[in-house]
């Protein structure tokens, strides 16, 4: 905005706008703390009439002197103004006219501002302390001509100043003066905004007023008046502010322009002239902030402020103990007090002490053979003056580490080179590689020496044998069983691996010559090299394990066996059959008759039978053979079922030689050994029993009929279900049928007759007591006593009318008694032979829990820690021990210390 | 000691021995929102495992092995092998243990050994009665009662010792002092002794089942059996039931605390002659005089084994601790091995039967000529069978009969004096109470059957108290309030006239107040009736004054 003006003014009345500019600068200098707004507000503080005031003088003239005179004018003026401030009319003509002189001074001062900034600023300082004389006046004629708004306390102030200006010294005063400062500096800042909203005015409305004020100034001057008018109608009030200032002498009150930068008055500046140290101690309290002090909350809700910060500090200072005190409570046990001190064995008369320097017979000897040897660690005990490297100079050195360090660049390089061309994969680049390496060589005159190198190996090879087992380590390997060790059995093997790699290179030569053989002819072209061996070995000399004569035998019977064999093969291979050696296994058998097994006779009937089934294995093998040698599919089909026939044939005719065979047999073990079939029977009915008993046979058939039966029942039940408990019966039915039956009994040899005897006298003995049906009858009470049960509890007549013609009421009443258990819940609903007492003991129950105990949350958990008794008797000592381990321990009169801060 | 957070990775052997049955093996039990609970669950199955790693590892401490007698050749049979050739074989102490005591007189005897098995009691049938060191061969006791005696047992220790007489049952010292004549026990004709309850069992031919407690003195219960006379009579080691055979084939289980048999089997079709039921509790054995010998598993009432048809009816069964057979009958003693195994092949037959190897032949026997065995007892912690017969008792050497490996802290065979007395006092401190025999002993201390099986939650015992209050508040215990009845009528009156005159309990007060409410009620209504009183009428006062009372 300022630029704004300035420009204009430039064009209009350049002057004024210099001095407004002038003005404004110096305002903005004064003011330390302002903001955007204030900084183009050209009047602050009510520099309103400031301006007027130094326009004019500036307009007369640029002395001071001058308006010395004229503020002391203006002063008298104002007082004068003041008195006449009441006068209605006439007051605003006086003031329009003024007004319109402090336009155009404003605009001079502009002017001049933009001309000389430095030249206005060192003025400033003159002239501002000349126009303070002036504002005062233009001031109070405003706020005289405004007074209608005016606070009284400020207009007795200000009267005040004006008549007390000489005895204002003393302190009373200058506080008092402090109070209305504030209230003035609030009057500054209204003031401020005032100026701005009349400079805003002053800048929008500029164009039309630089361009009407030369037609009519009156107008212009009317409406700023009157805008004047309203925005000072505001803040009058605060206007008051700079009124302390006044004439110069000691007496005056510190104003504005003697700290000029922030125009306040502060109370430090005052305290300089105060000399009781005792106030100006008090006073520096308020020193710091100017602003003053809030009111103090309640005492209730600040209470509670402190409460919640100290309970937030509280907080965190127990936080810090959770841990510790979380690791306790869960601690299983714990003894007091926690963190017992280690106590050490202390050394004592009769503890042996420890020398540190008396080194063991062992230590010193391992040391002296170690030293011996050389194997101490030199470098360790060497100083550093020992060293080579501390013996050279340093030239030596430093040519030593550049040396160092070319070779290791270039082997580096090697390294990176090689390692590149280890990457290539191309077989051309290789081949041609491999010829160069191959062309070096033959131009070195190196020829085929790899080649020599291997025959040379595989003659050691062939003369050491030294990658075969009887090396004495294979052996010694082979005899401590160590060969059953993964590690060393792969050793081995890579041992004689090695071996045969090396022979492999003599066989490939020799390949031409093994070429020819195939087959058969293998084995027999060994029996030739066996022969040319033994020739050989004859050769060598008499004496030696393989000349001896049981070697030799066993020698010629191995041959001997061997050309059997391949006369064998080869015939099979001729004739494409196998020999029949039926004869041979006979002979051996009769032969281990013999010989072999001189312990054991075996008799010819076994012979026999074994024989014979060796026959008939044979038989079978045979008849596979031929099956599978026809070629016809169906033919082959036809003759495998005929032999499975025949198979069952013959089992089924083995089973029954078993059955034959069971006959003769002692029948009082018959009847035990058949119990189990019989016991099944016995629980059905005792009479079965008892027939069973005599004929193990007879129930052997019974079973058999009744598991026809029971198939029969299957395809039946397949075909229609309802008749199976018709089926049932009948197999019942069977089984009683089959038990009178006569003709059983009468097939029966004699044993079984006795038998049947000996029970029938059992069964006269126990006749009168028919204890089974007893029991099953037993059962049944009980079961019924113990079931729920349903009583009619209706009394005939009850609630009827009487006579005749009367219905019978068909309603009942029917109490339902719940009993112990119901009949199909019973435990012993499927057992036989037992009745189980199900009626609650009531002198146990107190010996239970009437429901789950408080930590465990149901019935398993609760029964799950009872499994594990503590006592001594079914534990170990130690986990008796371990599992009555009281929580807490300590000893009676331990003193157990707060638990101690971990963390500090 | 080890810390308790090692964890056990890998099962020890044998460590099966020691687990712990546990009938719910879902996870379920784990399932908790509960997180303490949680951790103490599993801090619990930690425990456990520790605990029976433990037991586990104390196995090596019973070096102990016991084993058969086992035959060369499968042609030879161990039961050929006679007992003249084992005490000939054996070494110089055990041939000494095979005692053989001729005593023509006074036969039949009765003998029973104590828990260590280190003193034997003998009772003649014509009142011979000895209690005796056998080992050492030192008699302590021997009296001559001129009277028959059927039974006799050792009491807590050999300190003492009750016979069953002709009439009473009789309590010796150890010198042979009588202390007690038992005159509540008449007739009995078997003795047993529950050692943990310190209960002395006795019944017989009044068929009276009676327990005394003999630290007390005290007849903790008689029951009637209602079966006619007691034909055999043992103890179940386990859960100290007691098995009683009757002449109808039935065995009766037993408890002090119940007037009824807690289970019935029939186990023979005539009179039960003999029972006997191994350590484990788990068997049981019976012998009728129907020639049959059946083998139950009492753990869910099941027959193992029936044999109908023995030679002769089999008159005495035992059991060992290492769960051999022994049977009875006549002059014969026949002993199999593994006859308390399932299945057919543990079956005990007679004879080699014909070589099969998958039959029990038996594993050893022996005869007493022209003589009767009256009773049996395996000699515990040693490889004896005690049999008391006609003509005095024998101790027959059966190897591999007993256990090899004894607790001392339970039952010490060498055990001094002074460790008698300890162990004495210790298990009277220990002792059970006689209403504690249960057919489960594992029952005990569990949640009750009828309860729930989960922990009632606040809410729930809230509602279940409240709801109580609730009524009692409420008055719905008491007769209502009727303005209507005549003061006569009322049925708050009438309920006052029935209870008790002198007793005034809470819900008589409540019935008074009641009452008087209803009268008031009643008389403000009659004046309304009469209109001495409008019907909105409101005694100000009364009500101001109402809250008082």
């Given amino acids: ?904 | 000691m080890s810390t308790p957070h090692k964890r056990i990775t890998k099962a020890r052997d044998g460590q099966e021995k020691y687990e712990r049955p546990n009938k719910n093996n879902s996870k379920e039990y784990k399932k908790s929102r509960d997180k303490k609970l949680k951790a103490n669950l599993k801090r619990m199955d930690r425990e456990y495992a520790q605990t029976i790693s433990n037991a586990a590892a104390t196995d090596y401490l019973l070096p102990e092995s016991s084993g058969y007698m086992e035959t060369e050749e499968e042609m030879e049979k161990t039961f050929r092998v006679k007992q003249r050739e084992i005490v000939k074989d054996v070494d110089v102490s055990t041939a000494n243990k095979a005692l053989d005591l001729k005593l023509n007189e006074f036969g039949p005897y009765y003998i029973n050994y104590n828990r260590t098995g280190t003193h034997l009691l003998m009772a003649g049938r014509k009142g011979h009665v000895a209690a005796m060191d056998w080992r050492k061969g030192e008699l302590r006791a021997e009296l001559f009662l001129n009277e028959t005696c059927h039974a006799a047992t050792f009491l807590q220790n050999e300190q003492f010792f009750a016979v069953a007489q002709k009439k009473y049952t009789f309590i010796y010292d150890h010198e042979g002092v009588e202390l007690h004549r038992l005159k509540q026990h008449v007739d009995a004709r078997h003795l047993e002794f529950l050692p943990y309850h310190y209960l002395l069992a006795t019944a017989g031919e009044s068929g009276w089942l009676k327990y005394q407690d003999v630290s007390t003195g005290t007849l903790v219960s008689e029951t009637k059996t209602k079966l006619g006379a007691t034909t055999a009579m043992t103890q179940n080691p386990w859960n100290a039931v007691m098995h009683l055979g009757h002449s109808n084939g039935t065995v009766t289980l037993w408890s002090p605390s119940m007037p009824d048999p807690l289970a019935r089997l029939l186990s023979a079709r005539g009179p039960i002659n003999s029972i006997a039921i191994d350590r484990s509790g788990y068997y049981m054995a019976t012998t009728g005089k129907d020639k049959s010998l059946k083998i139950w598993d009492i753990r869910n009432f099941q027959e193992l084994h029936t044999v109908e048809n023995l030679p002769t009816p089999g008159t005495n069964v035992s059991i060992s601790d290492t769960g051999v057979l022994a049977v009875s009958r006549g002059p014969h003693v026949t002993l199999w091995k593994d006859a308390l195994r399932r299945g057919k092949a543990a079956r005990p037959c007679f004879g080699s039967m014909g070589g099969n190897p998958n039959r029990n032949t038996p594993y050893m026997t022996h005869m007493f000529p022209s003589n009767e065995i009256n009773n049996m007892k395996f000699v515990p912690f040693e490889d004896l069978l005690g049999i008391g017969h006609e003509k005095g008792m024998t101790n027959l050497i059966i190897p591999g009969a007993g256990e090899a490996n004894y607790d001392a802290l339970e039952v010490n065979p060498y055990e001094t004096a002074k460790q008698r007395q300890e162990q004495e006092v210790r298990s009277l401190l220990d002792k059970l109470p006689a209403d504690t025999i249960t057919l489960d002993p594992n029952t005990l201390g569990t949640v009750d059957k009828t309860a729930s099986t989960t922990r009632l939650s606040a809410k729930d015992l809230a509602t279940i108290t409240i709801g109580a209050e609730k009524t009692k508040k409420e008055n719905m215990d008491i007769p209502s309030v009727k303005v209507d009845v005549k003061g006569k009528n009322s049925g708050l009156r009438s309920f006052l006239r029935k209870k008790t005159q002198n007793v005034v309990d809470e819900r008589k007060v409540r019935v008074q107040k009641q009452l008087e409410k209803e009268k008031t009620l009643r008389q403000r209504k009659t004046k309304i009736h009469n209109n001495e009183i409008s019907e909105d009428h409101k005694d100000l006062v009364d009500e101001a004054l109402g809250r008082f009372s």
Wanted: charged share 40%; aromatic share 4%.
């Fill in chain 1, 1 to 904: 905005m300022a630029k704004k003006s300035k420009s204009k003014s430039r064009s209009k009345s350049s002057k004024r706008a210099l001095n407004a500019l002038e003005i404004a600068e110096r305002e903005l200098e004064g003011s330390a703390s302002d903001d955007n707004n204030e900084t183009y507000n050209p009047r602050r503080n009510g520099t309103v009439v400031n301006l007027l005031k130094k326009s004019e003088r500036r307009g007369n003239n640029y002395s001071d002197d001058e308006s010395d005179i004229a503020s002391d004018d203006s002063f008298e003026d104002e007082e004068l103004d003041s008195d006449e401030a009441f006068g209605p009319g006439d007051d605003v003509d006086l003031l329009g006219s003024k007004l319109s002189q402090t336009a155009r001074d404003k605009k001079k001062l502009g002017k001049l501002g933009s001309t000389d900034e430095i030249d206005v600023d060192n003025l400033s300082d003159d002239g501002y302390t000349s126009i303070e004389e002036g504002e005062l006046m233009s001031l109070s004629e405003i706020w005289d001509m405004d007074s209608k708004r005016t606070p009284a306390p400020a207009a007795s102030v200000v009267s005040k100043q004006s008549n007390t200006e000489e005895e204002s010294d003393d302190e009373g005063d200058e506080i008092k003066f402090q109070d209305s400062d504030i209230e003035s500096s609030e009057g500054e800042s209204g003031s401020e905004e005032s100026s701005s909203e009349e400079s805003d005015a002053d800048s929008e409305s500029e164009d039309p007023f630089d361009e009407i004020s030369d037609n009519d100034e009156d107008v212009e001057l009317k409406t700023i008046t009157s805008n004047l008018m309203k925005d000072t109608a505001k803040f009058t009030s605060k206007r008051l502010a700079t009124y302390g200032t006044g004439e110069e002498n000691e007496y005056i009150l510190p104003s504005v322009q003697e700290n000029e930068g922030t125009q306040k008055l502060s109370l430090s500046d005052m305290m300089n002239i105060v000399d009781d140290k005792q106030i100006t101690r008090k006073a520096t309290l308020i020193q710091g902030q100017n602003e003053a002090t809030a009111i103090p909350l309640p005492q209730r809700i600040q209470q509670r402020n402190e409460r919640k910060a100290a309970y937030e500090i509280s907080k965190d200072e127990v936080n810090r103990w959770s841990d510790a005190v979380k690791q306790n409570r869960r601690a299983e046990h714990l003894s007091f007090p926690l963190n017992q001190k280690v106590e050490h064995q202390e050394a004592s008369v009769f503890t042996i002490p420890v020398n540190e320097n008396t080194a063991s017979a062992l230590q010193d000897k391992v040391n002296a053979v170690l030293e011996e040897s050389n194997l101490m660690d030199p470098e360790k005990n060497t100083t550093f003056e020992d060293l080579d490297t501390a013996k050279m100079t340093p030239e030596e050195m430093k040519k030593r580490t550049v040396e160092m360090r070319l070779m290791r660049e270039l082997m580096f390089r090697e390294e990176r080179k090689a390692r590149r061309i280890k990457k290539i994969k191309s077989k051309a680049y290789h081949r041609i590689k491999k010829k160069e390496i191959q062309r070096n060589r033959e131009l070195a005159g190196v020829s085929d020496e790899s080649d020599t190198d291997l025959d040379i190996a595989r003659a050691k090879e062939r003369m050491t044998l030294k990658h075969k087992t009887n090396s004495k380590w294979a052996k010694d390997m082979t005899k401590h069983g160590m060969t059953n060790d993964a590690e060393t059995r792969e050793e081995m093997e890579e041992m004689l691996r090695q071996g045969e790699r090396l022979k492999a290179k003599i066989q490939d030569r020799n390949s031409d010559e093994e070429d020819e053989r195939k087959g058969l002819s293998d084995i027999e072209a060994e029996e030739v090299d066996d022969t040319k061996d033994a020739n050989m070995k004859d050769r060598l000399g008499k004496t030696g394990v393989m000349n001896m004569a049981f070697m030799k035998n066993a020698e010629a019977r191995e041959r001997e066996a061997n050309l059997q064999n391949i006369s064998n093969l080869r015939a099979f291979e001729n004739g494409g059959e196998l020999l029949d050696s039926d004869e041979e296994p006979e002979k051996e058998a009769l032969d281990e008759n013999v010989q072999l097994n001189k312990g054991r006779r075996i008799y010819a009937p076994i012979n026999l039978v074994t024989k014979k089934e060796a026959k008939e294995a044979d038989k079978i093998l045979k008849a596979e053979v031929s099956i599978d040698n026809s070629t016809n599919l169906a033919n082959r089909l036809m003759k495998k079922s005929s032999k499975i026939n025949n198979q069952d044939k013959k089992s089924d005719e083995n089973d029954d030689s078993e059955g034959k065979s069971k006959e003769p047999e002692n029948p009082w073990l018959v009847g035990s050994d058949d119990e189990d079939i019989s016991s099944k029977n016995i629980k059905r009915s005792t009479k079965v029993s008892v027939i069973d008993k005599d004929s193990s046979k007879e129930a052997k058939r019974t079973q058999k009929i009744d598991k026809k039966l029971a198939k029969q029942n299957k395809k039946n039940s397949k075909e229609s279900n309802n008749d199976d408990g018709d089926i049932l019966l009948d197999s019942e039915s069977g089984n009683k049928l089959n038990i009178v039956d006569p003709y059983g009994g009468s097939d029966e040899d004699l044993g079984d007759g006795f038998a049947f005897k000996q029970q029938d006298v059992i069964a006269d003995a126990f006749a009168g007591d028919n204890v089974v049906a007893e029991f099953v009858n037993e059962k049944k009470r009980v079961a019924e006593d113990d079931d729920d049960k349903e009583e009619d509890v209706t009394l005939p007549g009850w609630g009827d009318w009487a006579g005749s013609g009367t219905q019978q009421r068909k309603k009942r009443f029917i109490k339902k008694v719940k009993g112990v258990v119901q009949k199909d819940k019973r435990k012993d609903k499927r057992l036989q032979n037992v009745i189980i007492n199900e009626k609650v003991n009531k002198k146990n129950i107190k010996y239970q829990s009437s429901a789950v105990p408080f930590p465990f949350e149901n019935k398993e958990q609760y029964e799950r820690s009872l499994r594990m008794p503590l006592g001594q008797q079914w534990t170990s000592r130690k986990s008796h021990q371990n599992l009555i381990k009281p929580r807490i321990m300590t000893k009676p009169g331990e003193v157990i210390d707060p638990l101690k801060a971990p963390f500090k």
